[in-house]
C-alpha cells in the first residue's frame, strides 16, 4: 500500500532501523525492488530522480509505483534531488507521497526559503519532505562533482526548525556513485550522533552504495570498464544505522546489477533477442542485492 514519507520514515525513527530507498526507471527494476521487499516482510521507499522522470515520464512511473503498491508492504514514493520547483510541483500533483527538496547547492537563506515553501505546499496533501544541508559529495546525474562539506550541526537545527521538514539528508562523508572513497570509506560518526541527538528527526544517507566487489568483478569480466569504483563498507552502514540513520539511498548498486547481468547473458546467449530473456537475469539479480541491503538497514520484518 502506498504510505507517506512521514509515516514511513517516523516507525524507523521510533524503531531505529533504516527504510531502503532505491531508485527506480523502468518497470524492472521497481519489480526487482518491489519483490525483495515483498519477501523480506520491508517497508520501502521507491523514489525518482528527475533524471528518471525525464527518461519515462511521469505518468509511466506513477503508474508502475501504482501497481507496486497493491502489494500489502508499505511502499512510498518518493521524489530524489528534486531541485526543479515545476518537477516538485508536478509530483505532488501526481501523488508522489514524498518529496526531496535540495536546495544544498544555494545559499543558506534560499535554502531555507525554498524548502519552506515546498514543505508548506506538500504538507497541505499530507506529503512528507525532506531537505539537505551541507554538501554530499560526488557525482549524480545533474549534480556535478563535487567536495563534500560535512553538515554543520547548528545550522542544521536552525533549518529544520525554520523549515519544518520531516527528514534531513546530511553529509558525514559519502558521496554519489561509484568512487566514493580514496582508501577505507569511513563515515564521520561522531557528528551523526551530534546531528541526531539535537535534531531529533529520521536522518538520510546518501551516497550509500556498497559497491560490492562480487558485481564489479561480474561486470568487467563481461566487459565492462568501471575501473577501481569503491563504496561504503557494510560494518560503516550497520553502525551509521544504529547511530541514527533512518532512510538508505542507493542507486549504484542496481545500476551495477543491471549492468552486470545483461552483460553475462548477452555474452553467454549471444543468439538470443529477446528482451525478456534478456532483462529477468538482472531483475533477479538486482531483486538480490536489494534483499542484502533490507537485511543490512534491518528493516527486514518491519513491514
Ligand atoms: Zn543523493
Request: net charge positive; charged share 25%.
Amino acid at each position: 500500500m502506498l504510505v507517506t514519507l512521514k509515516k514511513i520514515l517516523q516507525k524507523a525513527h521510533k524503531e531505529g532501523y533504516a527504510v531502503g530507498a532505491f531508485n527506480i526507471n523502468n518497470m524492472e527494476i521497481c519489480q526487482a525492488i518491489v519483490r525483495a521487499a515483498v519477501a523480506q516482510k520491508a517497508p520501502v521507499i521507491l523514489q525518482t530522480s528527475e533524471g528518471a522522470i525525464k527518461y519515462a515520464g511521469i505518468e509511466y512511473l506513477k503508474a508502475i509505483a501504482e501497481a507496486a503498491s497493491n502489494e500489502k508492504i508499505p511502499i512510498a514514493l518518493h521524489l530524489d534531488h528534486g531541485r526543479d520547483i515545476e518537477t516538485v510541483k508536478a509530483c505532488i500533483k501526481a501523488g508522489w507521497t514524498g518529496i526531496m527538496y535540495d536546495g544544498s547547492h544555494l545559499p543558506f537563506e534560499e535554502n531555507v526559503k525554498n524548502t519552506k515553501k515546498v514543505v508548506q505546499w506538500a504538507h497541505k496533501k499530507g506529503i512528507g519532505v525532506e531537505g539537505e544541508l551541507g554538501t554530499i559529495g560526488g557525482a549524480e546525474e545533474s549534480i556535478v562533482s563535487r567536495k563534500i562539506i560535512y553538515t554543520n550541526p547548528e545550522a542544521a537545527r536552525e533549518f529544520v526548525r525554520r523549515t519544518g521538514v520531516d527528514a534531513l539528508a546530511v553529509a558525514i562523508g559519502t558521496s554519489h556513485g561509484a568512487y566514493k572513497f580514496e582508501g577505507a570509506g569511513r563515515l564521520d560518526i561522531h557528528l551523526l550522533k551530534t546531528l541526531k541527538e539535537q535534531l531529533k528527526i529520521p536522518l538520510v544517507l546518501h551516497g550509500a552504495s556498497g559497491v560490492p566487489a562480487s558485481l564489479v568483478t561480474m561486470a568487467a569480466r563481461y566487459g565492462a570498464q568501471l575501473g577501481k569504483p569503491e563504496g561504503v563498507p557494510d560494518d560503516q552502514i550497520a553502525i551509521a544505522v544504529k547511530n541514527g540513520i533512518n532512510k538508505i539511498n542507493t542507486d549504484t548498486d542496481i545500476r551495477l546489477a543491471f549492468d552486470a547481468a545483461i552483460r553475462k547473458f548477452i555474452a553467454e546467449k549471444p543468439e538470443d533477442f529477446d528482451p525478456r530473456h534478456i532483462l529477468s537475469p538482472a531483475r533477479e539479480l538486482i531483486q538480490q542485492v536489494v534483499e542484502h541491503r533490507m537485511k543490512l538497514f534491518g528493516s527486514d520484518g518491519k513491514a
